[in-house]
């Protein structure tokens, strides 16, 4: 029988109805004469794939360690084939013991509660078949509808009866059996905050819906009716036994299982777990709510994914690029630094060059909204929300030494560095020079003198780098920054590389704030050979409907390869090793070649004026890494020259977990013209 003349044979019974119970025929004939066409073809777009909220799990770089969840509501949908079978029985018998033969709509009980809601004078009796439940969850879900459309769809009146029937009877002729049971158990409410069978499961006993006994299956199935009140966690656990045994009876009657299971499953003690899931940053495992923060942050920015309520409503599968042993390793060398209590803070990321993968963000502070030091929800570690980052000194003559490459200029390019400079840019502070930028050595006796970008990098000659920037001009260094993701993300650090980059003289010396994500990403562009990728916290994401989601690229060649291997040579003498021709001498940083051995690496500290803040960034062929050690709360509290061994030796420690046992590649020698030019 087709859809229509089933609705057809419904509504002429509740018309005979609507005159021995006292309901005005009229609401009957009205409710059917507005089945049209129009709406059964309405229908499917909301029915057969209910639109609710699911939770979104996010997971580490390995795809099974669940770093948090976020949810409006706690639920996740599952296959039928995902619950237990005597899970799927106590619902029907529960809810609608006759689901399996009639067409959505049960017409014995509908007579019998017509008939009782009319003499009441209200919709107090039940009949809604699982059909109808169905019918009346979705739409009380639909996030597409209006908070008055949800209103109607959960109204006691005859008027939403009637267009439950409807309904009903069109979504059976639509959907099996099967598909409406798994549809039902995915959307009702179990109380407590559970939504469907799964958070269910997970929340009353701790376990899949799939392993679900006939003892637990039948306490769930009898809560649905007053689940807050009767749900064993959060409500009366004696209403839910008694609710167990009712449904547990009805099983017997309607043949589902034999006396004995009957009485096994009234004698079973039950265990509830209460489990909640974690829901967003804060409650983030491990201590990874700022690697979380971050994610947060970055699917914001992605306006294709839809924002905030997407994250939290669209049942997303997220695994992400976070190494459980990076982030562990980073965690524990922030805080060999710098204590938990410590005002300073010693924030390390990690990054992978030619993905922008984030492998870790650690700090020496707990993620939390609780006022004390210990505490923050600022991105100390990424920037963000006002957050701008800190100076990193003497790492930012990376930008100049690649600007001078690219320029023409060879690594062999060499100029006396006097200890102090008289430039040609014009200063009024206290320590210039007749009003020229005079920038100098920090100790003179080993950094003055003739040098080239190998051995100027190596021992970190502020006046060999101010000079290299006089000749390619700062505006041509700190496009290079630019390319190289610094964001210039401090208000007046922005201003002056737009209105002031051409007499820029001290920008070199790394005076603009950035973060050590920042830094390292810049740095991994160069491991890379030239290739700049965004940081990504994000390795895949799949939708509630197991679709994987695009996602827009995120590394773009902004170096010649050759001036990449040209500038990771020189960035090997900081780190005491030697690059390809032997021109290294001197490095501000030698324990991490001693750390690494045989095994590549390359890397540049940094020293702040009145030593303010103290970084160090390192990278090998496949990993980047970067620290600075600082003080969020007062930019002017220095945390002093003797932190530096300990943060060079914190993030290449860092660096050499990431890099691994077996080591990570080596770098690709420049050719002779990049470093002798001729």
């Known amino acids: ?164 029937i409807q ?101 079973e003690k039950l265990k509830f777990s209460g489990q909640v899931q974690p829901n967003g940053c804060v409650d983030a495992h491990d201590g990874w709510g700022f690697f979380c923060d971050y994610l947060e942050r970055w699917w914001d920015s992605q306006t294709q994914l839809g924002g905030e309520d997407a994250l939290r409503r669209g049942g997303y599968t997220i695994v992400t690029t976070l190494d459980p042993d990076v982030q562990k390793v980073a965690a524990e060398q922030s805080r060999a630094v710098y204590a938990l209590g410590s005002k300073k803070t010693l924030p390390i990321a990690v990054v992978r060059p030619g993905t922008g993968g984030v492998l870790a963000l650690a700090v020496n502070r707990e993620y939390g909204a609780a006022k004390s030091i210990t505490n923050t929800m600022n991105p100390l570690i990424s920037g963000g929300g006002g957050v701008t980052g800190y100076p990193s000194g003497s790492t930012f003559k990376l930008f100049t030494m690649l600007a001078a490459l690219e320029a023409g200029m060879p690594l062999d390019s060499g100029y006396d560095s006097p200890s102090r400079l008289v430039t040609k840019w014009p200063d009024a502070g206290p320590d210039s020079c007749d009003g020229k930028y005079c920038p100098g050595n920090a100790t003179p006796s080993w950094m003055d003198g003739y040098r080239t970008m190998w051995t100027a990098f190596g021992r970190s000659v502020n006046t060999y780098f101010v000079h290299l920037e006089e000749q390619v001009g700062p505006a041509a260094v700190v496009a290079m920054a630019k390319r190289l993701g610094i964001s210039f993300s401090a208000p007046a650090d922005a201003k002056l590389a737009v209105e002031g980059a051409d007499s820029w003289g001290s920008f070199t010396l790394g005076v603009v704030d950035t973060t050590p994500l920042e830094l390292a990403s810049a740095y991994a562009t160069v491991a890379a050979e030239g290739k700049y990728c965004a940081p990504r916290p994000v390795e895949s994401i799949t939708d509630a409907g197991k679709h994987k989601v695009t996602l827009p690229g995120n590394c773009t060649q902004v170096l010649d390869p050759e001036i990449a291997r040209a500038a990771t040579d020189a960035a090997r003498c900081p780190v005491g090793q030697q690059g390809t021709y032997g021109e290294c001498d001197g490095g501000t940083a030698t324990q991490v070649g001693a750390l690494f051995g045989r095994r590549d690496v390359a890397g540049k500290t940094g020293s702040t004026e009145d030593n303010r803040t103290e970084t160090f960034v390192g990278f090998t062929p496949s990993v980047a890494a970067a620290g600075i050690a600082n003080d969020p709360a007062d930019p002017s509290d220095r945390v002093g020259s003797a932190v530096e061994s300990r943060v060079v030796t914190a993030v290449a420690r860092t660096l050499r977990a990431a890099a691994g046992d077996e080591g990570s590649g080596v770098f690709t020698p420049p050719s002779g013209r990049s470093a002798y030019g001729g």
């Open 1 to 164: 029988m087709s859809a229509k003349k089933n609705l057809a044979g419904v509504l002429m019974l509740v018309a005979v109805l609507a005159g021995v119970a006292a309901i005005p025929a009229g609401a009957v004939l009205t409710a059917g004469a507005r089945w049209n066409e129009e709406q059964r073809e309405e229908l499917p777009a909301r029915l057969l794939a209910p639109p609710a909220a699911q939770l979104t799990r996010v997971y580490a770089a390995d795809g099974k360690t669940l770093i948090t969840t976020f949810y409006d509501e706690d639920r996740h949908d599952v296959a039928l084939a995902q619950v237990a079978p005597v899970m799927r029985d106590a619902i029907v018998a529960a809810e609608d013991t006759r689901f399996y033969s009639h067409g959505g709509v049960d017409l014995r009980g509908l007579a019998r509660a017509l008939v009782s809601d009319a003499r009441s004078g209200a919709a107090e009796q039940g009949a809604s078949t699982l059909t109808m439940q169905l019918v009346r969850n979705v739409l009380k879900e639909d996030p597409t509808l209006t908070a008055a459309e949800r209103a109607a769809a959960t109204e006691d009146s005859p008027a939403r009866k009637l267009r439950e």
């Open 167 to 267: 309904y009903a009877v069109e979504l059976e002729s639509r959907l099996t059996k099967q598909q409406i049971l798994r549809n039902y158990l995915n959307i009702v409410y179990f109380g407590d905050g559970a939504y469907g069978i799964e958070a269910a499961a997970r929340r009353i006993f701790g376990v899949d819906p799939a392993r679900l006994d006939l003892a637990q299956s039948a306490l769930i199935a009898g809560i649905v009716q007053s689940p807050d009140a009767d749900n064993p966690i959060g409500g009366d656990r004696s209403k839910a036994k008694e609710r167990q045994a009712y449904v547990l009876g009805a099983m017997l009657k309607a043949g589902m299982i034999t006396q004995a299971q009957h009485d096994t499953a009234v004698r």
